[in-house]
Structures are given as C-alpha cells and as structure tokens.
Nanobody
C-alpha cells in the first residue's frame, strides 16, 4: 500500500522560503512520476511541479517557475519542493502525488494522472 506523508508547511512572510517534504513508502519510487499540487480555498486543485524519478526530468507551472524547485532524495523515496520568494498567492494546501509506475497516463499537471495522494500540508504566506 503506497503511502505519502507531507511535512514542512507553515506560515511565512512574503519573500520567505519553505521546503516541503513527502515521505513515500509501500512501493518503489525509482521510476515513476511524482508531483506537487496545491489547492487554495474556493479554487481548483492545480499542478505545481512534477518529476519523472527515473530520468530526473522536471516540469513546473508558469506561476512558480524560477521560484520553486522539485527534487528527490538519494533513496528516491523522498520528494521535496523548495519554495523561494513566496507570495501571498502561494497560500494553499500542498499535496504530494504519485502515479502507477509506467502508466504515464495524462499530463503531469492533471489530477487524473495520479493514483496516490498524501493528506496535504498547509502553506500560508502573509503580505
């Protein structure tokens, strides 16, 4: 049973930084697609960044490009999201997601592309 547990959220002022972590267990994570999504109150859940753990290829939403960096730990079972130059509009619940190995169904930013989800960690950025 795949489990994803996020941590690292919190409250920061605009311009600050946070590093989110996602601890993955219950399967191998060396060759699949993993991603971070976020959902602000009253808004749809949106893709923030994704990584193909086999090749290391990364993808970012335009809103975070140049400020956020997605990466994986050496053991491939930890996913990170380094968030710099945070803005109030980054305030949201952030979720870690993983697909079924080898499926690569859908686009990286679509919720339907991922089977496994964490419970989320809250990020609040004040102006």
């Amino acid at each position: 049973q795949v489990q994803l547990v996020e941590s690292g959220g919190g409250s920061v002022e605009a311009g600050g930084s946070l590093r989110l972590s996602c601890a993955a267990s219950g399967s191998t994570f060396s060759s699949r697609r993993m991603a971070w999504f976020r959902q602000a109150p009253g808004k749809e859940r949106e893709g923030v960044a994704a990584i193909y753990t086999g090749s290391g290829s990364t993808f970012y939403a335009d809103a975070v490009k140049g400020r956020f960096t997605i990466s994986q730990g050496d053991a491939k079972n930890t996913l990170y999201l380094q968030m710099n130059s945070l803005k109030p509009e980054d305030t949201a619940m952030y979720y870690c997601a993983a697909d079924v190995p080898g499926s690569f169904f859908g686009s990286w930013y679509e919720q339907r592309s991922y089977t496994y989800w964490g419970q989320g960690t809250q990020v609040t950025v004040s102006s």
